[in-house]
C-alpha cells in the first residue's frame, strides 16, 4: 500500500471519528442508479388507455317539482277527507244524544194533543211549531227521520220488537213502526224499531 493512500485512508478514518463524537453519522454512499436493461430495475407503469370523467348529471328539476306538487295534492285531499270524516262523527254524536230528547217531546205532544180540552189549545200548536224547526234543522245537516211502514224488514236498519200473524200482509212486511229510525247519509243512526209481520 502507498504513502498516499494511507494517508488518505487514516483521513477518511479521522472524519468518522469526528462524525461519530459530534453525533452525526456519516451520509451513506449513495447507490448508483441501475443501468439500463438490469433485470432487478423496477418497470415503468406503462399508462393505460385515458378515462374520461363524465360530466356531473344535472337533476331534473320539473320532475321533482311534478313529484312535490303531486305529493301536496295527495296531502290536501287526505286532509279535506279527514276532515269531513271527523265532521260527520261529530254530528253524529251530537244527534245521537238528541234523538232520545225528540222522541220525548213527540210522547209528550202526542199525549196532550189526545187530551179533548188541549186539542185546540195553542202552546201545543206553538211546541209543535219547535219541533218541526228542530227536524228542520237536522235535515239541513243530512240527518233524516224515517219511517219504514210496509217495507221489507231489514235488520241492518229496523229492530224488531215483536213479530204477529197479520192477514194482509206478506211474511217479513213491517205492519207497525214503534218509533221512528234515523239516517245520516247512508249511516244508520238508530234503527227503527217495529213490528214485523209473522
Known sequence: MTNERKTAAATDEAAAEEARAAGSEPAPEMEAPPAEGDA????????????????????????????????????????RRDVAAAEARGIARVVRGLLPA????????????????NRDHHLTDGIRLVQKELLGALTRVGIEPYSPLGETFDPHRH??????????????????????????????LRAAK?????
Open 40 to 79: 432487478s430495475a423496477p418497470a415503468e407503469a406503462e399508462p393505460g388507455p385515458e378515462v374520461e370523467a363524465e360530466p356531473p348529471v344535472e337533476p331534473d328539476y320539473k320532475d321533482q317539482w311534478l313529484r312535490a306538487a303531486a305529493d301536496l295534492e295527495n296531502v290536501r285531499k287526505r286532509a
Open 102 to 117: 225528540l222522541d220525548n217531546l213527540e210522547r209528550a205532544l202526542a199525549a196532550a194533543e189526545d187530551q179533548p180540552e
Open 159 to 188: 229492530e224488531a220488537v215483536a213479530q204477529q200473524p197479520v192477514d194482509a200482509a206478506e211474511s217479513g212486511t213491517i205492519v207497525e213502526v214503534y218509533q221512528s229510525g234515523y239516517r245520516f247519509g247512508e249511516d244508520v
Open 194 to 198: 217495529v213490528v214485523v209481520a209473522a
